[in-house]
Every structure is written in C-alpha cells, then in structure tokens.
C-alpha cells in the first residue's frame, strides 16, 4: 500500500484526530527553495489520501508565518534592506511596487508555485490572525504559564535553566517598530513591560527604548516553540508533520506536543517527521539563497513532473535531486512514464498510486498511451530540418493523437529548457561543421573508410530514412562491425560524441553535411 493511503488508513483507524485538519506553516525568509515544497506537497498528498479514505470532510491549511522578525534578507535585498533587520516580515518595505511590504512578496511567490503543482490549501497569515485577536486567548495561557514553559524547555531538551523574569513574547517595539529586539519581563494580567535590548541579538541592534503594552491584537507574537502548538489550537489542527531537524529528541516537535498536553490543553496532531530535501548531496537555504529556487522548479518541469518528484517517494527517504548537467531531468520522465504506464495496466499498485498523486486536476483515463521518451525528444529537436512531431508519428506507426500530441509539444517546450540550460556537455548535439581535422578526431583506420564510402552511396540512392536505416544496418553487417561500433564512428563523424539521436534520422536530417563529412572519410 502506498505511503500515504497507510498514514490515512492509521490516522482514520485511531480515532484520536478528529476532526481531520490537515496543516502546514512555513516562515518566508527569502525566495523559498525547492526543499521547502517537500512539507507542502507531503500534506497535500495526505490530504487527498484522507479523503479518498474518509469519504468525509478533510480540511487542509498553511500558515505563513509573515509576523516573524526579518533575521535575516534575501541576498537580492541585503543592500537595500538591511537597516529593516528586526522588524516584523510584514513591515519591512517591498522592494517591487506592487507589493505592500516584503513578506508579501515572499508568501505571493511560494504561493503561486505551490498552487501550480497542485497544493489545495486555505493560505493563512499570522499576522493576520495575530492582529484578529485569534491568538489572545493562547497568549494569555502562555504568559500565565512562562515558569511551566521553561520547565519543559528544560525537561525535554536539556536547555538551561530557568531565567528569572522571562517570559515567552516579544512585542514590536512603540520606539523603533522592530520585533526581534525586545524583551518582555513583566505581565500583570493586563500588559507587558518590555525594553528594547541593543544587543539582544547578534542580527539587529534594538533602540534602548522601555514600555508598557497589552499584549493581544497583533502588538507581539509568541517565540516560535510556543507559536507552533499555540496555532495548532487557535486553528484546530489534528494532523501536521515536520522536517526530521524539529522531530529529533528534544527537539521543537517534542517541546510543542508537550506544551499542547500541560499549557494549552489541547490534543496532540498526528505527529509525521519527514526528511529533507537535497541537492547534489547539501541541504539548502532560503535566506542564504543556496539550492535551486522553488519557482525555478516550474520553470524546468511540467507541473504534474514537478509533483511526481514528491510523490514517488517516501516520506520516510531523502530526495536527491540535482538537474544540473545531469540527467537528473530525463530519468525522472523515465520514471514518471513507467508510473503512468503501471497505472494503465494496473500491474503496480505503489506505482500507479505516485501517477495518481501527481496530477494537478484530473487522473487520466486508463487508455493505453504513445509516450515519447523525453531524452529522445531532446535529442530529435536537435537535429537540422526534423518535425519532432513526423518523427515520433513514424515511430508509432500512425498518428500520433490529440492527447498524445499535447504531450509531446509539452516535452519539446520542456526538452528545449533542459537542452539549453541544464544537459551535460555530452548530450548536446551539433553536426561538426569543418573536414580538416575529422579523420584524426574520430580515429578513423582503412576499415572505416570503406564502411564510410558504402554509407555515402547509400545516402545518395535511399529515398526515405527508413530506406536508409535499413540500409545502413546492411552495410554495418558486411563490414564486419557491430552495430554499437559502426554508431559511435558515425557519432564520431558526424557530432564528435560516441553517441547520439538516431543514426539513420541524423544523417537524413543533415544530408549534405553527412555528405561531406563521411566523403572525407571514406576512401
């Protein structure tokens, strides 16, 4: 069974998560990086497996946690932007007009890429519900219970131990308006007394200034710890999971669950520690601008691709994937035309299942389907005067279908992308255009020059490219070749590789300059 539909068969089974409120919450540091879809798309996907089977009402949620203190900017905006460190993400100005302020623009670029493959969450802000008064109620369960908090800071992770005075919230300064710089020590049941620490932190500098101020209605928010199980009750979640950096021992998710259990009263959520997402091996950064960007993934990759990289693996595992000069990119069309097909022939239940997952709007039909491999389709766009669209309808036998014919101009728009920006040196194709120095190049002996000198007259006299492969694998046997050898001195010839397109169509589609290349030789 799939490792979604096992979660959702575990969960409805229990009868502890009721009603089944699917979330997930993510700070917008920096343009999100394509690991921070990972929670998002792993939620999605439990999210759709609890429906399947509940046949219920399911709810699905994201918080953007847009009220967190800029610690640090986008290295697009750190020039600009620097003297905004410590202020609230939603107060920092917005370096593009049609934004309100930086948070804004951040949460508007994650959510869109999100939306595009597939993510069918409520967004939520908290800011927003800060500023409704929606956290008023958990504010003061927290401030009343500050001495019970560091005790559990202190029990489950070993922290330090209790400070006298502290209190979990901070509050945006009335001097200066930054958030990340104050220090609450004071609560009377009615207000907070704060100061504006100059060197609270190591990222901002706070203005000195002291005061008083109620604590609800957006002027503060409580540390992140504190924040995660305090949403969980304000919103109503019952099921969340979280990178395995927060589920460790000790970590921010025991510390939630157990401030849920004697502060806030409120039921844990299922608890679902995934791992990361890597590229190239390195775990990546938001605000440090490492790995590649989540709205490039879309860029790269038709959205129902760019989904399956998510669905057909378990949470459980890493993903590792680097697209640059590698073929990364192909094999996962391989792997998704493999799903695709377990789904038609219903030979793979966790196969078809991954397939189904990653469609955006509708699971198509289980019709058997022509699908062009998308190497191949790298290759072809790449040889001179070929129609894609005529080669792969030869290659079916007849016509290529509507649907089949959608998917194959989505490949080519996506093989050009790849072609141009993220293949290897040696999947790249060009028909050498000089003479001089081919002979050398491709290592070429008496033997290849007869083989050479056949393959010219029969570029000549053959009429079609079929004619001609058929042909060619009539000389390759009378020269006493294998076929792999007599393509990789082609390839040598023609392209400077060892291998490429296919053989027959290349020299059809580039005749005159396989002419002129294989003239010079042959003997």
Excluded at 345 to 356: H, I, M, N, T
């Amino acid at each position: 069974m799939y490792w979604a539909d096992k979660i959702a068969k575990e969960i409805i089974a229990s009868g502890k998560y009721k009603p089944f409120w699917v979330d997930d919450m993510k700070t917008p540091s920096g343009f999100a990086h394509v690991g921070s879809l990972r929670g998002p798309l792993i939620h999605s996907v439990i999210f759709r497996a609890m429906k399947d089977a509940s046949k219920g009402k399911v709810v699905y949620t994201f918080v953007f946690n847009d009220f967190d203190p800029a610690d640090e900017l986008p290295p697009e905006f750190k020039d600009g932007l620097s003297q905004y460190l410590g202020f609230p993400l939603k107060k920092v100005p917005s370096p593009k007009k049609e934004f309100a302020n930086l948070g804004d623009l951040l949460v508007d670029d994650l959510r869109k890429t999100m939306e595009a493959l597939g993510v069918e969450a409520e967004f939520l802000s908290s800011w927003e519900l800060y500023h409704e008064g929606k956290f008023d109620a958990v504010i003061r369960e927290a401030l009343d219970s500050a001495e019970k908090i560091q005790d559990i800071y202190q029990k489950v992770s070993g922290s330090k131990k209790r400070e006298k005075g502290w209190l979990p919230f901070q509050v945006i300064c009335e001097g200066c308006g930054k958030l990340g710089t104050t220090r609450v020590f004071a609560w009377d049941g009615k207000e907070v007394s704060y100061k504006c620490e100059p060197n609270l932190v190591t990222w901002a500098k706070g203005c000195g200034h002291e005061g008083k101020i109620s604590p609800f209605g957006g002027n503060g928010k409580l540390p992140w710890k504190v924040d995660w199980a305090a949403h969980w009750k304000v919103v109503g979640v019952t099921i969340e999971g979280a990178g395995k950096d927060h589920a460790s021992a000790g970590g921010s998710y025991d510390i939630a669950m157990t401030l849920c259990d004697e502060v806030f009263h409120y039921p844990r959520p299922y608890k679902l520690p995934y791992e990361f997402f890597l590229i190239g091996g390195r775990k990546m950064s938001s605000s440090k601008g490492l790995g590649l960007k989540a709205h490039d993934l879309v860029k790269i990759l038709p959205p129902e691709l760019g989904r399956f990289l998510f669905t057909r693996t378990d949470y459980r595992q890493q993903i590792n994937f680097d697209p640059m000069e590698t073929m990364a990119i192909p094999d996962l069309f391989d792997e998704y035309d493999k799903c695709w097909q377990a789904y038609i022939e219903g030979s793979d239940e966790d196969l078809a299942r991954a397939f189904e997952l990653a469609q955006i709007k509708s699971v198509p039909e289980k019709t058997s389907m022509f699908l062009p491999r998308f190497r191949e389709v790298a290759q072809v766009i790449q040889m001179p005067n070929t129609e894609p669209e005529t080669y792969f309808a030869e290659k079916k036998g007849e016509k290529l279908e509507n649907t089949e014919d959608e998917i194959l101009k989505e490949r080519i728009i996506y093989a050009k992308v790849w072609v141009e920006q993220y293949a290897p040196e040696t999947e790249r194709f060009k028909v050498e255009t000089h003479t001089k120095t081919i002979s050398t190049q491709a290592h070429i002996v008496e033997s290849d020059q007869v083989f050479f000198s056949k393959l010219v007259k029969a570029i000549q006299e053959e009429k079609t490219p079929d004619g001609l492969e058929k042909t060619l694998y009539t000389i390759i046997k009378e020269s006493g070749f294998t076929p792999k050898e007599a393509f990789v001195k082609i390839y040598r010839v023609l392209i400077g590789k060892d291998y490429g397109p296919k053989a027959a169509w290349l020299i059809w589609e580039s005749k005159e300059k396989a002419l002129t290349l294989f003239k010079e030789v042959s003997k």
